[in-house]
C-alpha cells in the first residue's frame, strides 16, 4: 500500500493536528470549505473531501451556510494516533528522506533531528505520541530567545516540539531556528516523563 496521501487527506491531517493542540476551541467555527480552499490552494471539492473525512470522524460538524463547527479534540487526537498507526514508520522514513533530498547542506542537521525522532517512535508506544503536553514559557525559562536548535531541546528532554502558540499564531512542526520568547505556549510529545524532563530544562537548565 502508498504511503503517500492525497491532497484531502494531508489537509484533514494538518486541520486535526490544529484541533488537537487546542488552535481552535470547542465550539468555534473554522473556515468555510470555499475559505479552506483559497489556504490550501486546492479545489472546493477537495476541501469538501477533506471535511468529510473529519465530519465522518465526529471531529468537526458541517452546518449548511455557516461553516464547519468544532467537535472533539479527543477525536481529533485519536484519528492522528489512528492515522500514524496505519503510516507505518518504514514508510514515513522513505517518505523524509526523499523529501530532504531537495535540502542543501544547511539541512542536514534537521536531517538528523528528524531520523532521531523516527527512530524514538519505533520504541514509544503510540497512545503518547499525538497527544502533545503543553508548557507556558515566562521570564523565569533559562532559555528565552535561544533557538531550539541551539539549546539541542530533544537530546537534553527527550521531547519532541510540534508547534509554538506565539502571541498571533500558532507554529506548527517549528525548524530548528525557532526561538522561544517570553510568553509562549510550547506544545511537546514525549513519554510519560517528559513533562518532568521538560521543565526542569527550560526552568532550571539540568537535562538527565
Same mark, same amino acid.
Given at each position: 500500500?502508498?504511503?503517500?496521501?492525497?491532497?484531502?487527506?494531508?489537509?484533514?491531517?494538518?486541520?486535526?493536528?490544529?484541533?488537537?493542540?487546542?488552535?481552535?476551541?470547542?465550539?468555534? @467555527?473554522?473556515?468555510? =470549505?470555499?475559505? +479552506?480552499?483559497?489556504?490550501?490552494?486546492?479545489?472546493?471539492?477537495? !476541501?469538501? =473531501?477533506?471535511? $468529510? +473525512?473529519? !465530519?465522518?470522524?465526529?471531529?468537526?460538524?458541517?452546518?449548511? &451556510?455557516?461553516?464547519?463547527?468544532? @467537535?472533539?479534540?479527543?477525536?481529533?487526537?485519536?484519528?492522528? @494516533?489512528?492515522?500514524?498507526? *496505519?503510516?507505518?514508520?518504514? &514508510?514515513?522514513?522513505?517518505? /523524509?528522506?526523499?523529501?530532504?533530498?531537495?535540502?542543501?547542506?544547511?539541512?542536514?542537521?534537521?536531517?538528523? #533531528? +528528524? /531520523?532521531?525522532?523516527?527512530?524514538?517512535?519505533? @520504541?514509544?508506544?503510540?497512545?503518547?505520541?499525538?497527544?502533545?503536553?503543553?508548557?507556558?514559557?515566562?521570564? $523565569?525559562?533559562?532559555?528565552?530567545?535561544?533557538?531550539?536548535? %541551539?539549546?539541542?531541546?530533544?537530546?537534553?528532554?527527550?521531547?519532541? +516540539?510540534?508547534?509554538?502558540?506565539? #502571541?498571533?499564531?500558532?507554529?506548527?512542526?517549528?525548524?530548528?531556528?525557532?526561538?522561544? %520568547?517570553?510568553?509562549?505556549?510550547?506544545?511537546?510529545? &514525549?513519554?510519560?516523563?517528559?513533562?518532568?524532563? *521538560?521543565?526542569?530544562?527550560?526552568?532550571?537548565?539540568?537535562?538527565?
Amino acid at each position: 500500500m502508498s504511503n503517500t496521501l492525497s491532497k484531502y487527506q494531508q489537509i484533514a491531517v494538518d486541520i486535526a493536528s490544529k484541533i488537537a493542540a487546542g488552535y481552535y476551541e470547542i465550539g468555534s @467555527k473554522i473556515y468555510t =470549505r470555499t475559505a +479552506i480552499a483559497s489556504q490550501y490552494e486546492v479545489s472546493s471539492e477537495t !476541501a469538501r =473531501r477533506a471535511i $468529510a +473525512i473529519l !465530519a465522518e470522524k465526529k471531529i468537526v460538524e458541517t452546518e449548511k &451556510g455557516s461553516g464547519v463547527v468544532i @467537535k472533539s479534540a479527543q477525536r481529533a487526537a485519536e484519528f492522528l @494516533k489512528q492515522h500514524y498507526q *496505519v503510516r507505518s514508520v518504514a &514508510g514515513l522514513k522513505n517518505d /523524509l528522506i526523499a523529501a530532504l533530498k531537495q535540502y542543501n547542506a544547511a539541512e542536514d542537521v534537521l536531517k538528523s #533531528k +528528524i /531520523l532521531e525522532l523516527i527512530e524514538m517512535t519505533e @520504541k514509544m508506544h503510540a497512545a503518547t505520541l499525538f497527544v502533545p503536553y503543553e508548557i507556558q514559557i515566562d521570564e $523565569a525559562c533559562v532559555y528565552i530567545g535561544c533557538s531550539i536548535g %541551539e539549546i539541542n531541546f530533544w537530546n537534553r528532554t527527550m521531547a519532541t +516540539i510540534v508547534g509554538i502558540q506565539k #502571541k498571533d499564531c500558532l507554529v506548527v512542526s517549528p525548524g530548528p531556528y525557532a526561538q522561544l %520568547e517570553d510568553g509562549d505556549i510550547v506544545y511537546y510529545v &514525549g513519554d510519560g516523563q517528559a513533562q518532568r524532563r *521538560v521543565t526542569r530544562f527550560l526552568y532550571e537548565g539540568k537535562s538527565e
